[in-house]
């Protein structure tokens, strides 16, 4: 008798619905995160970036510092 581990098995309908429910857990988890970030109480009104936010700014500042290498000072 030989013994089958799980990576050796096919996918079955069980696997796909666990993947769906992680999927689907995922996305109430970021909207979430926007919904409570719009209705959030506190003292200030500007709100800090949201991480995609935060990658773009990255982005921005690194394409920025590598064209300012060329540029004599």
């Known amino acids: ?3 089958i581990t799980p990576a050796d098995r096919p996918p ?3 696997d796909a ?3 769906g429910i992680t ?7 970021i ?5 409570e970030r719009r209705f959030a109480k506190g ?3 500007a709100l800090p970036p949201t991480p995609v936010e935060r990658v773009r700014l990255a982005i921005r500042n690194l394409r ?3 064209t300012d290498e060329g540029t004599p000072r």
Not at 23 to 29: P, Y
Not at 31 to 35: D, G, L, M, T
């Open 43 to 45: 003292t200030t009104r």
């Open 23 to 29: 999927a689907f857990v995922g996305l109430l988890t």
């Open 31 to 35: 909207f979430q995160y926007y919904v």
């Open 17 to 19: 619905r666990r993947a």
């Open 1 to 3: 008798m030989q013994h």
């Open 64 to 66: 920025a510092a590598a």
């Open 12 to 14: 079955t309908a069980r």
